[in-house]
């Protein structure tokens, strides 16, 4: 059974500094892993999506990493803004003809003016 | 990127009686769509799969006559609390991949439901 586990579990930071959410998955066979956001009491916006056979993307001050034979994943957020304070969660998908997503419990993150 | 809409994003009712979710896709056709339900500070849970024209597939412990699952079109998919508890308050999100190359998901606003 997959499990995801996001670490910290919450982030407080200065604005402007550069940070890195983690992730790790316990099994390495996933079809794509993504990193979304979530508000409190919202929804989930997605951030970056990685394909399995990807290493890395990158959207704005947003860089996503996949190491998937390690079952490792980094989300890089570079000069930090109060507007990024929100959950940020990491989800994979297994393989197979399914949409199956295994979620962590996220990392909550807070950047302070 | 595409859009699913949820409604409505917050609902009280009492006990005993049922209430119904709608979750839509506006921009894009959805053969599956995803019901997820979420406790304080926890992760993201997968309660069922809907499939349009066919029976929902739900997760294990998961009670399908209490959690009704309709999908009924490609672009709609409804999930109905039936005689609602206050252990049923929680936040639901529904999700639906936009293709099935891409398989990126998306997810609606969510809804409060909170049994009284």
């Known amino acids: 059974k997959q499990e995801v586990t996001q670490i910290p579990a919450a982030l407080s930071v200065p604005e402007g500094e550069n940070l890195v959410l983690n992730c790790s998955f316990t099994d390495s066979a996933i079809y794509n892993l993504q990193w979304f956001r979530q508000d409190p009491g919202k929804g989930l916006t997605s951030l970056l999506l990685?394909?399995?056979?990807?290493r890395e993307q990158t959207s704005g001050r947003l860089n996503a990493s996949l190491d998937k034979s390690s079952g490792r994943s980094t989300l890089y957020i570079a000069a930090s803004q109060p507007g990024d304070s929100a959950t940020y969660l990491c989800?994979?998908?297994?393989?197979?003809?399914?949409?199956?997503?295994?979620f962590g419990k996220g990392t909550l993150l807070t950047v302070n003016p | 990127g595409a859009v699913v809409s949820q409604h409505p994003s917050w609902v009280i009712c009492k006990s005993g009686t049922s209430v119904k979710i709608e979750c839509r896709s506006l921009d894009f056709q959805a053969t599956t769509m995803f019901w997820y339900r979420q406790f304080p500070k926890q992760s993201l849970m997968l309660m069922a799969t809907s499939n349009e024209g066919s029976k929902a597939t739900y997760e294990q412990g998961v009670e399908k006559d209490k959690f009704l699952i309709n999908h009924a079109s490609l672009t709609l998919s409804t999930l109905t609390v039936t005689s609602a508890h206050p252990e049923d308050s929680s936040f639901y999100i529904c999700?639906?991949?936009?293709?099935?190359?891409?398989?990126?998901?998306?997810f609606g606003q969510g809804t409060r439901l909170t049994v009284v």
């Open positions: 999700s639906a991949p936009r293709d099935s190359s891409n398989t990126e998901a998306f």
């Open positions: 989800a994979v998908r297994g393989g197979g003809s399914n949409y199956k997503l295994t």
């Open positions: 990685i394909q399995s056979s990807q």
